[in-house]
């Protein structure tokens, strides 16, 4: 299988693990905040982290870095559901849902990003 074909089978691979764990977080915690969402992208954050640190990172493998980070990571995060259902909290008026959604998911995946990272390279 060519390179191109594996990145998009693990990208379908990444899509199917984004859909069960956004299920599984909104089925325990609703959907007050698109939690499934933000869990998704601030774990996501810290496995690529974690993947940068750990591999590629130090031997710039360019396809590994295409098979995890564009394949299974690209189908796993999502930066177009998060606006879309940002987009819907003010659409709704509900402010506050909207601004947790939007800077916590933007702080915490940068923060869990960096703690991969770091865990990584130790």
């Given at each position: 299988?060519t390179?191109?074909?594996?990145?998009?089978?693990?990208?379908?691979v990444?899509?199917?693990?984004?859909?069960?764990?956004?299920?599984?977080?909104?089925s325990?915690w609703?959907?007050?905040?698109?939690?499934?969402?933000?869990?998704?992208?601030?774990t996501?954050?810290?496995?690529?982290?974690?993947f940068?640190?750990?591999?590629?990172?130090?031997?710039?493998n360019?396809?590994?870095?295409?098979?995890v980070l564009?394949?299974?990571?690209?189908?796993y995060?999502?930066a177009?559901?998060?606006s879309?259902?940002?987009?819907?909290?003010?659409?709704?008026?509900?402010?506050?849902?909207?601004?947790?959604a939007?800077?916590?998911t933007?702080?915490?995946?940068?923060?869990?990003?960096?703690?991969?990272?770091?865990?990584?390279?130790?």
């Amino acid at each position: 299988m060519t390179l191109w074909g594996l990145v998009a089978l693990l990208g379908g691979v990444g899509a199917v693990c984004r859909y069960l764990v956004d299920r599984m977080v909104s089925s325990m915690w609703g959907r007050s905040v698109p939690l499934g969402t933000m869990v998704v992208n601030i774990t996501g954050s810290a496995f690529a982290g974690y993947f940068l640190g750990s591999t590629s990172y130090l031997s710039h493998n360019p396809t590994l870095v295409a098979l995890v980070l564009t394949g299974f990571l690209g189908g796993y995060t999502t930066a177009s559901t998060l606006s879309f259902e940002i987009v819907e909290l003010l659409h709704e008026r509900r402010i506050v849902s909207a601004a947790v959604a939007t800077f916590g998911t933007m702080i915490l995946s940068i923060g869990f990003g960096t703690l991969g990272l770091l865990i990584g390279l130790a």
